[in-house]
């Protein structure tokens, strides 16, 4: 990999508060290295580029260590990441939920991606504790806050969201913070201005 690249990377993950640790930075950087050189973000394809000096293994059990004991700021990583869009464009945020299956446990997320163009990067998360998998309208206001807070109203030009992100509650809120929407609405549904 070219020095020039991994010296920038490790440059701004040390600056970057996402943890206090500084050896825990430096994991993140090679972390961050490993993603690039292996262009995979399974833990066992990362491993194999993270420390060329150990066994596969024992990075991956690495890896596994950091992200179960590290406290990871994600308002930090939020702004590293936002700090990746174009300035001078306006940025269309997705919402959506996805469900996985680890094991015989369902586990639902809400996710809120960030993207211009065909560049998007994943902005904020929440795990939804509810056995329904479904997000409410508190769900997505709360995550929706959050993302505000970090990339600014004025550099958003629209939220994009499936048939299941619908709510009186939620509709309101984005119309009474100003914020441009496109949601799929279900058939059965009609509009009424």
């Not at 262009?39 to 293994?57: G, I, M, P, S, W």
């Amino acid at each position: 990999m070219n020095r020039r690249l991994k010296d920038e990377i490790t440059n701004v993950i040390s600056k970057a508060k996402i943890v206090k640790n500084l050896a825990r930075k430096k994991f993140i950087s090679s972390f961050v290295l490993g993603l690039v050189k292996s262009r995979n973000v399974q833990f066992c394809e990362v491993a194999r580029h993270l420390n060329n000096d150990a066994k596969t293994v024992s990075n991956e059990i690495r890896i596994q260590d950091f992200f179960r004991e590290a406290e990871i700021d994600y308002k930090q990583v939020a702004i590293l990441l936002t700090c990746m869009l174009p300035s001078d464009q306006k940025s269309r945020l997705c919402i959506d939920r996805t469900e996985w299956n680890f094991g015989k446990t369902q586990v639902n997320i809400l996710m809120i991606i960030a993207g211009c163009g065909d560049f998007q990067i994943p902005l904020y998360w929440e795990l939804l504790d509810n056995k329904s998998g479904n997000s409410s309208s508190d769900n997505r206001i709360n995550l929706l806050d959050l993302c505000l807070k970090v990339i600014g109203k004025e550099r958003i030009g629209y939220i994009v969201g499936d048939r299941e992100f619908i709510g009186h509650k939620w509709v309101k809120y984005l119309k009474y913070n100003d914020i441009k929407f496109v949601m799929r609405l279900p058939k059965h549904h009609t509009i009424q201005y």
